[in-house]
């Protein structure tokens, strides 16, 4: 299972991707800050944000790569295949601005819905736990900052890997 996670500019209608990660293992993540000044039309930029992703403007602009590169890394690495997001409206939203903006066509990475995925994996085995049950006993093995692209990414796959060891199945 692939995981998928994007921070933003902001939640505006003009907002484009400012972080972008995606893995299968936690040891194994690909992560990208990305630099607007690379893409025409992305100025939006909302200072609230900082507050959850505490990514400056001048951070993308020092460290961020252009965004082309990490489309065309993403289309590699995901087009055609299974990816998941525990937000797939903004994330999908976002990835289809990287994409379209790089060039490329966004309906060749689809992001599934993660919490829904768990949800039905969860009302299918026996028990009675829910999928708050099991959000609420979960604990991470690192301390994850969340809101940056590869920490949400990491607790995610290990929230996964954890109520598949609950449910007994086997890691896909």
């Known amino acids: 299972m692939i995981i998928i996670d994007f921070e933003a500019s902001s939640l505006r209608k003009n907002s484009y991707p400012i972080e972008v990660a995606w893995g299968e293992r ?19 930029w ?9 990514i400056s403007r001048e951070k993308l602009r020092q460290e ?8 065309q890394k993403m289309i590699q690495d995901l087009a055609g295949r299974e990816v998941y997001s525990d937000e797939p409206g903004y994330d999908t939203r976002w990835k289809n601005r ?14 599934l ?10 009302k299918t085995a026996p028990g009675s736990k829910t999928f708050d049950d099991y959000i609420c ?9 969340r809101h940056r692209a590869a920490e949400d990414v990491f607790w995610l796959l290990e929230f996964v890997a954890y109520i598949r060891q609950c449910l007994c199945q086997q890691p896909e």
């Open 98 to 111: 990287l994409l379209a903006d790089s060039g490329f066509e966004p309906s060749l990475v689809r992001i």
């Open 26 to 44: 936690p040891e194994a993540i690909e992560s990208f800050l990305l630099n607007p000044d690379y893409m025409d039309g992305w100025t939006d």
């Open 137 to 145: 006993e979960f604990t991470c093995s690192k301390t994850v900052r």
């Open 64 to 71: 961020g790569i252009d965004p082309r590169l990490a489309a």
């Open 113 to 122: 819905d993660l919490n829904l995925y768990l949800k039905k994996m969860i």
């Open 46 to 54: 909302n200072p609230k944000s900082f507050e959850y992703h505490g």
